[in-house]
């Protein structure tokens, strides 16, 4: 199992511009989360999905938006980039159980500049 | 989820043994507290978890008092490249489960 696999590992992007961010998880969690981090700070959460076609807002939505069409992927969506948006990215997945198991599964992280 | 109150930072040295405290006062009935670790550029990787009493693996050991208000992550015999950031988190996996990680511990191992 490759885990949870995030691309790009890096981007620069001007003021403006849109792009995605992909997460795949191959291990068949439903339940899967976006996080930003801020140099020194803790996770905060953007979105985050209980399962295919269900999406909701985290701690710090504005300015992203995701998608659950399937199980395996959660791509999140910048729309209109900020120099505020310049962040470390990253996309987990846990599987909550009847052993009520909280172990979530992080990917490597997307570092992303906004000039 | 229960809020978590935990130490900014802790240095030591290789070969102690090194004691994170994590304060969770408000936590519920059925909380489970987990530990993550997370090295510089990666995510963030579970270490251990545990409801009451002692919980042991093969990277740490977790113990939890029986008002489970606390609970204390011990790393054996630290090296350099247990310099990481430690995050406590308490919540349950029942209903829509989302980790919540506050700013985390900052263990820096001298040689």
């Known amino acids: 199992n490759a885990g949870v696999t995030q691309t790009p590992k890096f981007r620069i992007l001007k003021i403006g511009q849109s792009m995605t961010l992909q997460c795949t998880q191959d291990?068949?969690?439903?339940?899967m989360y976006w996080y930003r981090q801020d140099p020194g700070m803790g996770l905060k959460l953007i979105y985050y999905?209980?399962?295919?076609?269900?999406?909701d807002k985290g701690e710090v939505p504005n300015g992203y938006n995701v998608s659950r069409s399937t199980t395996e992927d959660f791509p999140l969506r910048l729309e209109l980039a900020a120099p505020s948006q310049t962040s470390v990215y990253f996309c987990?997945?846990?599987?909550?159980?009847?052993?009520?198991?909280?172990?979530?599964?992080f990917g490597q992280g997307t570092r992303l500049t906004v000039v | 989820l229960a809020k978590t109150t935990q130490p900014i930072s802790m240095d030591s040295y290789e070969g102690q043994e090194v004691n994170i405290t994590c304060s969770h006062n408000?936590?519920?009935?059925?909380?489970?507290i987990t530990w993550y670790q997370q090295f510089p550029s990666q995510g963030p990787r579970f270490i251990i978890q545990?409801?009451?009493t002692k919980v042991t693996n093969e990277v740490a050991s977790l113990f939890i008092p029986a008002d489970r208000k606390s609970s204390t992550l011990s790393l054996p015999r630290v090296s350099l490249s247990d310099t990481a950031v430690y995050y406590c988190?308490?919540?349950?996996?029942?209903?829509?489960?989302?980790?919540?990680f506050g700013r985390g511990t900052s263990l820096i191992v001298h040689p």
């Open positions: 408000n936590i519920a009935t059925n909380d489970y």
């Open positions: 291990m068949n969690h439903n339940y």
């Open positions: 988190l308490v919540g349950t996996s029942g209903g829509s489960y989302i980790p919540t």
């Open positions: 987990a997945s846990i599987e909550p159980d009847v052993t009520l198991n909280t172990e979530a599964f």
């Open positions: 999905s209980v399962g295919a076609g269900i999406t």
């Open positions: 545990g409801y009451k």
